[in-house]
């Protein structure tokens, strides 16, 4: 890999268009991510292509919408694909609405989580209206490797929880006032920024309004949050790469 200014923690390359797919900025890294057996294989084979950290696992929507049927199989091809972290997985009460469906997806996520024991990899967290949930479900287990919150969008005191946990928090650019308390509580070692590309940003690009964001809201300059984010990103993600300083 060569030297990038910025990592993208968390994106989904399998939805980019090809011409979007073909003309990534040079100097932003992305870590690609699946959420399904089939997006799971599509982002291996572009992250192989590439030359690219991912992470793969079955998200809580495909298990309420796919069922458990086949995730025997799905593990397996995420245990031979050697990803850099499972994930992303978890837990979602905004489109799980009943008991049953809270536990459909506890399953799927427990799976996850033993997978990740298993090859000794972090878990990216998809926790949307459930992040004291999900954390509740990793202390339950003793889960005692890392975890990023990712696309984190919970209250101050939940991330408190998570970076107390060994959790490192991945921020967005969308401002918003929680968004704001927990940029400027949590320890920039524990802070990573992502673009949810194609969903939030069209490109991983985007990554750099959260720098920006970060930046404004710490008051420190955007390459100090540049260095901190790549830094802490490939401490998570356990990857190689150079940092470039004067891109900012």
């Given at each position: 890999?060569g030297?990038?200014?910025?990592i993208?923690?968390?994106?989904?390359?399998?939805?980019?268009?090809?011409?979007?797919?073909?003309?990534?900025?040079?100097?932003?890294?992305?870590v690609?991510?699946?959420?399904?057996?089939s997006?799971?294989?599509?982002?291996?084979?572009?992250?192989?292509?590439?030359?690219?950290?991912?992470?793969l696992?079955?998200?809580?929507?495909t298990?309420?919408?796919?069922?458990t049927?086949?995730?025997?199989?799905?593990?397996?091809?995420?245990?031979?694909?050697?990803p850099?972290?499972?994930?992303?997985?978890g837990?979602?009460?905004?489109?799980?609405?009943?008991?049953?469906?809270?536990e459909?997806?506890?399953a799927?996520?427990?799976?996850?989580?033993?997978?990740?024991?298993?090859?000794?990899?972090?878990?990216?967290?998809?926790?949307r209206?459930?992040?004291?949930?999900?954390l509740?479900v990793?202390?339950?287990?003793?889960w005692?490797?890392?975890?990023?919150?990712h696309?984190?969008s919970g209250?101050?005191?939940?991330?408190?929880?998570?970076?107390?946990?060994?959790?490192?928090?991945?921020?967005?650019?969308?401002?918003?006032?929680n968004r704001?308390?927990v940029?400027?509580?949590i320890?920039?070692?524990k802070?990573?920024?992502?673009?949810?590309?194609?969903?939030v940003?069209?490109?991983?690009?985007?990554?750099?309004?959260?720098?920006?964001?970060?930046?404004?809201v710490?008051?420190?300059?955007?390459?100090?949050?540049?260095r901190?984010t790549?830094?802490?990103?490939r401490?998570f993600?356990?990857?190689?790469v150079?940092?470039?300083?004067d891109?900012?």
């Open positions: 890999m030297a990038y200014s910025l993208d923690a968390h994106c989904h390359l399998e939805s980019f268009k090809k011409h979007t797919l073909d003309s990534l900025p040079a100097d932003i890294l992305p690609t991510s699946g959420y399904s057996h997006s799971n294989m599509k982002n291996y084979e572009i992250a192989s292509g590439l030359g690219i950290p991912y992470s696992g079955i998200a809580p929507q298990a309420l919408k796919e069922g049927a086949e995730l025997d199989s799905w593990v397996s091809f995420i245990e031979s694909a050697s850099n972290a499972i994930g992303e997985c837990l979602d009460f905004h489109w799980g609405k009943t008991q049953e469906e809270h459909l997806e506890e799927v996520f427990l799976r996850m989580i033993s997978l990740a024991r298993k090859m000794g990899l972090p878990l990216v967290l998809h926790s209206k459930a992040e004291t949930a999900c509740d990793l202390e339950r287990e003793g005692e490797g890392g975890f990023m919150m696309f984190f209250t101050l005191e939940e991330a408190q929880r998570a970076v107390e946990m060994g959790g490192i928090i991945s921020i967005v650019s969308l401002h918003s006032k704001k308390k940029i400027a509580d320890p920039l070692e802070l990573v920024v992502e673009t949810d590309a194609p969903y940003h069209r490109n991983i690009d985007g990554v750099i309004e959260a720098v920006k964001y970060i930046s404004e710490k008051g420190v300059s955007e390459e100090e949050v540049g901190a790549v830094e802490n990103a401490g993600f356990g990857i190689r150079g940092i470039k300083t891109s900012f």
